[in-house]
């Protein structure tokens, strides 16, 4: 049985989880690439919205990668991001109407409010405290200007 041309699914999403495992190694060598971790939550998110299991099990690899590159907990990313997209952000973008401003502190939330989620994580399970670097607001501002052509 043969499946027609045009309804083929494309290999290109796991081209695009080889990439980012590329660009992650590369990360963790070089500061000034950024983690990328916004553009994944914004992944999340519309996985989420659209239902598409497999999308999201492709973010999931990637925030695991993402995880154990930079040494974190395991899942707690993903704790975190529907964490922030069930019970924060449906928040925020009731009590505002400003499109960028809600990307900006979107961003902004996936970088601080993370660093404070491991914080809490490390407090509770008894770990190392994470360390914050100064490359947090490069970050925050590379990822506002990646997230905006999303």
Do not use: W
Request: glycine letters at 2%; charged letters at 10%; hydrophobic letters at 55%.
């Amino acid at each position: 049985m043969q499946r027609s041309i045009s309804h083929q699914k494309p290999i290109v999403p796991f081209v695009y989880v080889i990439l980012f495992v590329l660009y992650d190694s590369l990360g963790s060598m070089n500061p000034f690439f950024p983690p990328l971790l916004a553009v994944l939550y914004v992944l999340f998110t519309k996985a989420l919205d659209r239902k598409n299991l497999i999308s999201l099990l492709l973010v999931v690899v990637c925030l695991i990668v993402f995880e154990a590159n930079y040494g974190y907990m395991l899942f707690s990313s993903v704790i975190y991001f529907y964490i922030l997209y069930k019970i924060i952000m449906p928040k925020i973008v009731q009590s505002s109407s400003c499109v960028v401003c809600i990307r900006i502190f979107s961003v902004i939330l996936v970088y601080l409010g993370y660093f404070l989620f491991l914080t809490l994580l490390s407090d509770i399970f008894l770990l190392p405290q994470p360390s914050l670097n100064y490359y947090i607001v490069y970050y925050i501002v590379i990822e506002f200007f990646l997230v905006s052509i999303l």
